[in-house]
């Protein structure tokens, strides 16, 4: 008996359309909408059966990727590929075997198929992949929906489409261009590696991922080498009736102690602030937007202080639940095709936000109109809440899924109306300020409350009239010290990929995550630092192949992607352009092979390096006579920021002895002030 006739006898299929889903919780739900009445067990893998519009239809998932790019190449430069079972070249995706061969085994009986994964480029490749190698291109068809509700993928199975080859061509190029730039510039920092440690480590890098470690090295570099600068200003507290009121100090640093005494004496002498300009009114502010997965993650981020991966996993598993619509969307506009009417009063059978979603009907007199935002996407709106009813979620899940739904409701909402203060004040010279804020009109506060506007709101009881003179309670003179620019965190890092135009909203959080599992960045308290592996990659990429770091190359790439997805361009001549760049690139590392050592253990401490001829910090070469380049760029940022000391009376040891007291100094100008001191050194 043939392999065909035992299939179809063992389970009693014919005639079927396979429906490629992109996991298998996605899969039960299309089954669920198409009412499958049978569940089967192929190959380890549960796949369902449904008698749907006249045909029967056999759902059946994957495991995201089933085939990825490969080369039996070694070295580098290679840019020879081909796409392989991603279980056979990837140890932690051996688990998709079961999917492959499933799907392999189905597909042979199918009589069309249908791509029903996810909607954007990475869905679009899984099943046309799928369909390439195990079926027939020409007898299949797309399904696209946007959440997993059973009447959005009933309506998407009712007008199926033709494939969207252009999505395809995107995705297809995506993972080319990551492949030749992630496999090449990988293989060559291994080489560099193991020629100067004489062992073998995974190192990686990537067309958007190094870029990224750049920024975050350019970061920590700035901070390290920060050398504090003092001012001083003067803190005023007035009093009003029976409140007493710090001020807000806007007026430029004060350059010296003598220009603070000199002030302070003048309040000693006339101690009042004088009104300048009184600005008194109300302010309008809009609902929020709805959320796109940017907007998702950096609120996620401030509310809660959770990571954008973990927000955006959780939130892909909120829509695989079918709670809410497709996360993964650039979108800041609900569609007009959304019935509202009908997800919010799904919404209000749930206890928690009856009232919320009657108050708003009730503000807006059922008038719906969403404040959409600016930003769009062509393959999906923006995130809402299905209306369908959570079981029982977990605690970080139900956070995430209440602030989609409070965001969705708000959206409807009225505006929210402040009445605003703002004082400026003159006191001998120098400015200062008073402002306050009150919640005239709750609006879509109420159903979004995370923000707080209330501010000095006793101020507004009282009457301010321009060179009204206000009694100064208190004094006092305060040396400051000048910060350093803020440290990299995860969402800092999220905004400036998307300010940058790299990577995308799928896989920005997925990158800074493969930073620290490659342990070139780590966590410090909520910051990101940086190892000696991220500073040298880094410093070795620009000394070599420098454009290959840059930003403007990577954005170029991404811009070209766009216009594959807009059918505008094909694939074969991106990669064409980003072979020669890679050639001509890669081909001139040969002339520095020999100094090579020599350049790793100017950036990364040798154990190995006699102690003569190290930095006489830390373990590394010199850059200099005595100092690597590390901290030789403290050294002259020490000795040209003591002229600004000198002005608030500090000499040469005690400017030292600051500097290594300050939390906000760099480390490695704090280093530095620590060597200085020991050896008593004078400039």
């Not at 089933?66 to 070295?75: E, H, N, P, Y």
């Not at 002229?643 to 100008?669: I, R």
């Amino acid at each position: 008996m043939s392999k065909s006739n035992d299939f179809q006898q063992q389970f009693d299929l014919r005639n079927y359309v396979l429906v490629i889903a992109e996991k298998p919780k996605a899969a039960q739900k299309i089954a669920e909408a198409l009412s499958a009445k049978k569940r089967l067990k192929v190959g380890n893998v549960y796949i369902w059966v449904a008698k749907w519009n006249g045909s029967t239809y056999v759902i059946a998932p994957a495991a995201g990727h089933l085939f990825t790019l490969s080369t039996d190449d070694r070295g580098y430069p290679t840019f020879i590929f081909k796409w392989v079972p991603r279980y056979i070249v990837d140890s932690s995706a051996r688990f998709s075997k079961k999917f492959f061969e499933t799907l392999k085994l189905l597909s042979k009986h199918a009589t069309s198929f249908i791509n029903a994964c996810d909607y954007d480029i990475e869905g679009s490749l899984i099943g046309f992949m799928i369909i390439k190698h195990f079926g027939d291109l020409r007898k299949a068809k797309r399904a696209k929906f946007s959440s997993l509700t059973p009447y959005e993928i009933r309506k998407a199975f009712s007008h199926l489409e033709e494939l969207d080859y252009n999505m395809v061509e995107a995705g297809y190029c995506r993972h080319v261009l990551d492949w030749l730039w992630g496999i090449n510039i990988s293989r060559m920092l291994m080489d560099f590696y193991r020629k100067v440690f004489t062992k073998r480590v995974v190192l990686s890098a990537g067309r958007v991922q190094t870029p990224t470690l750049a920024h975050v090295v350019d970061i920590i570099l700035s901070r390290r080498w920060h050398v504090p600068t003092p001012y001083a200003v003067i803190d005023v507290k007035i009093r009003l009736g029976s409140n007493v009121v710090k001020l807000e100090y806007s007026d430029k640093p004060l350059e010296s102690l003598d220009k603070a005494r000199s002030v302070a004496e003048k309040i000693r002498r006339d101690p009042y602030a004088i009104v300048e300009q009184v600005i008194k009114g109300f302010k309008t502010i809009d609902p929020p937007h709805p959320f796109n997965l940017p907007d998702l993650q950096a609120e996620a981020y401030r509310v809660y202080k959770v990571s954008p991966y973990r927000t955006q996993k959780i939130a892909e598993e909120l829509y695989l639940d079918a709670l809410i619509s497709y996360p993964r969307t650039n979108s800041q506009k609900l569609p007009p095709t959304l019935n509202n009417n009908e997800v919010l009063s799904r919404i209000a059978l749930n206890a928690k936000y009856s009232e919320l979603v009657e108050g708003m009907l009730h503000e807006t007199g059922k008038m719906l109109r969403p404040n959409n935002g600016p930003m769009d996407d062509p393959a999906h709106p923006a995130i809402y809440p299905t209306g369908e009813k959570p079981r029982s979620l977990e605690p970080l899940h139900e956070k995430i899924y209440d602030l989609i739904v409070r965001r969705y409701i708000a959206t409807f909402a009225k505006p929210l109306r402040i009445a605003e203060l703002s004082i400026t004040l003159y006191i001998h010279g120098l400015r200062y300020t008073l402002s306050a804020v009150k919640v005239v009109e709750a609006g879509w506060l109420k159903y979004y409350p995370f923000f707080l506007y209330s501010k000095n709101q006793f101020l507004l009881d009282y009457e301010f009239g321009k060179g009204m003179k206000i009694p100064i309670e208190s004094f006092t003179i305060r040396m400051r010290y000048t910060k350093s620019v803020s440290p990299p965190s995860r969402i800092s890092l999220l905004k400036w990929m998307e300010n940058m135009g790299i990577g995308t909203e799928a896989t920005r959080a997925e990158i800074i995550e493969l930073l620290f599992r490659r342990g070139y960045v780590v966590s410090k308290s909520r910051s990101i630092d940086v190892s000696d592996t991220g500073l040298l990659i880094v410093f070795l990429l620009r000394k070599y192949v420098q454009e290959l770091v840059s930003i403007d190359l990577t954005r170029k790439f991404e811009e070209r992607l766009s216009v594959i997805r807009d059918g505008k361009l094909k694939c074969d001549e991106v990669v064409k352009d980003a072979v020669k760049t890679l050639s001509e690139h890669i081909s001139n590392v040969a002339r520095f092979k020999e100094d090579l050592k020599k350049e790793v253990f100017k950036i990364v401490p040798s154990h190995s390096t006699p102690l003569e001829k190290s930095c006489v910090i830390c373990k590394r070469i010199p850059n200099e006579e005595k100092f690597c380049v590390f901290h030789q760029v403290a050294y002259e940022r020490v000795v040209k920021e003591f002229e600004k000391w000198k002005t608030f009376g500090f000499n040469w040891h005690e400017y030292l002895e600051k500097l290594v007291k300050l939390k906000v100094t760099g480390m490695y100008v704090r280093e530095v002030a620590e060597y200085l001191l020991k050896n008593s050194s004078i400039v």
